[in-house]
C-alpha cells in the first residue's frame, strides 16, 4: 500500500516535529515546511492527499496557501487549517478560500489524527 502524503506547514518548530511523528506513526509520509512559501514548494513537488496549514505563518500566510492551491494549482485537495483562539474572521476566510476542517490551537493531536482519517478515507 502507497503511504499517503501529508504537507504540513508550520512555523512552530516544536509542534511540527511533534505532529510529524505522530503522523508518521499513523503510517502517512510528512513533508514538512517552516513557512507558506515553503509550503507551495512541497505542495507543487509532492503532489500530497492532504494539507494542514497554519493561518498565521511568515513570508505567506496559511489562507494564501489556500488560495494558492484551490486557485493556481487547482487542486481540491483536503486542507485542515489551525490558529490560534479569538481569530474567528481568518477561520471564515479559510473556509471561503476552500478549507476542508479547522483546528483552533492548542488542540490534541489525537484528534488531529482522527480528523485527518476522516477526510483520507
Same mark, same amino acid.
Request: no cysteine; proline share 4%.
Given at each position: 500500500?502507497?503511504?499517503?502524503?501529508?504537507?504540513?506547514?508550520?512555523?512552530?518548530?516544536?509542534? =511540527?516535529?511533534?505532529? #510529524?511523528?505522530?503522523?508518521?506513526?499513523?503510517?502517512?509520509?510528512?513533508?514538512? *515546511?517552516?513557512?507558506? #512559501?515553503? *509550503?507551495?514548494?512541497?505542495?507543487?513537488?509532492?503532489? @500530497?492527499?492532504?494539507?494542514?496549514?497554519?493561518?498565521?505563518? @511568515?513570508?505567506? =500566510?496559511?489562507?494564501?496557501?489556500?488560495?494558492?492551491?484551490?486557485?493556481?494549482?487547482?487542486?481540491?485537495?483536503?486542507?485542515?487549517?489551525?490558529? =490560534?483562539?479569538?481569530?474567528?474572521?481568518?477561520?471564515?476566510?479559510?473556509?471561503?478560500?476552500?478549507?476542508?476542517?479547522?483546528?483552533?490551537?492548542?488542540? =490534541? @493531536?489525537?484528534?488531529?489524527?482522527?480528523?485527518? #482519517?476522516?477526510?483520507?478515507?
Amino acid at each position: 500500500m502507497v503511504k499517503k502524503k501529508i504537507v504540513l506547514a508550520e512555523d512552530n518548530s516544536t509542534l =511540527s516535529l511533534l505532529l #510529524k511523528f505522530r503522523l508518521e506513526k499513523e503510517g502517512y509520509n510528512l513533508f514538512a *515546511a517552516v513557512d507558506g #512559501k515553503e *509550503a507551495l514548494q512541497l505542495i507543487e513537488a509532492e503532489e @500530497p492527499d492532504l494539507i494542514i496549514t497554519d493561518i498565521m505563518m @511568515p513570508f505567506i =500566510s496559511g489562507l494564501e496557501v489556500i488560495s494558492h492551491v484551490r486557485l493556481k494549482f487547482d487542486l481540491d485537495t483536503p486542507i485542515i487549517v489551525f490558529s =490560534s483562539a479569538g481569530q474567528e474572521e481568518m477561520v471564515l476566510k479559510a473556509f471561503n478560500l476552500g478549507a476542508n476542517d479547522f483546528m483552533g490551537k492548542p488542540f =490534541s @493531536p489525537n484528534e488531529l489524527i482522527i480528523r485527518v #482519517k476522516r477526510l483520507l478515507n
